[in-house]
């Protein structure tokens, strides 16, 4: 069975600090695809990425970077110079085709609460 | 471009009454449909999905029902709420092949007393 593992529940970090969100998988799939969500206060999970598993090239959008090494199965965030406005609970989530094989499915991580603080 | 809405925003409810619970989508045709339940302070729960109408599989053995009576539409029903129907009820949309990221709904937050 999938099975994704965000050990951390909880990161306080003050404003313009760095801070990586961690986030571990297990599957028995060779084809999967990687995904971090955020929800915000309001409660609507936005997504932020998409990585399947055959580009373990990290990648970088502003100030979002994310880490993705096969050989750990590992998939971590990183949010450089963090704002008050990141506060919000990750996501981590893994996919896995449906019974049929039309769509997938997304095993999420028990998430991570960001709190910055000012 | 794709939308996902979801009605009531919030609601509560005495246990033992029904429930209803509606997802529509605009913009995409023959979406893969997902709902999904949040404990408070806990992560996703998927209960039902759903890749075409009429088509209903459940994940998570409850008294809660599912039903998607046309291409864009998903309603999560309830005879009769128990306690710990209590949560927040998102809905998530999919384009129906691959593993394509999940887009979600606004949410209903859920109270039953």
């Known amino acids: 069975a999938q099975k994704v593992t965000q050990a951390q529940t909880e990161i306080s970090v003050v404003e313009k600090e760095d801070v990586t969100l961690d986030c571990v998988y297990e599957t028995r799939d060779t084809t999967y695809y990687l995904f971090w969500y955020k929800q915000p206060p309001s409660g609507e999970l936005v997504f932020l990425i998409r990585?399947?598993?055959?580009?373990?090239q990290n990648e970088i959008s502003g100030r979002y970077s994310w880490n993705f090494q096969k050989s750990t199965s590992s998939f971590n965030f990183t949010i450089t110079a963090s704002q008050v406005v990141d506060s919000a609970v990750y996501f981590c989530a893994l996919s896995e085709t449906l019974n049929n094989n039309a769509g997938n499915m997304l095993t999420f991580g028990g998430g991570t609460r960001l709190m910055v603080k000012p | 471009s794709q939308t996902i809405h979801q009605w009531p925003a919030t609601l509560v409810q005495p246990v033992g009454s029904p429930l209803s619970l509606e997802c529509t989508v605009e913009?995409?045709?023959?979406?893969?449909l997902y709902w999904y339940r949040q404990a408070a302070g806990r992560g996703l729960q998927l209960l039902f999905y759903s890749v075409g109408i009429g088509q209903i599989s459940s994940e998570v053995p409850q008294n809660l029902s599912a039903s998607r009576p046309q291409d864009r539409q998903f309603i999560l029903s309830s005879k009769k709420l128990l306690l710990s129907d209590s949560g927040f009820y998102l809905c998530?949309?999919?384009?129906?092949?691959?593993?394509?990221?999940?887009?979600f709904g606004p949410g209903t937050r859920l109270t039953v007393l």
């Open positions: 998530a949309w999919s384009l129906g092949q691959g593993y394509n990221e999940q887009f």
């Open positions: 913009g995409t045709s023959n979406p893969n």
């Open positions: 990585r399947n598993s055959f580009d373990e």
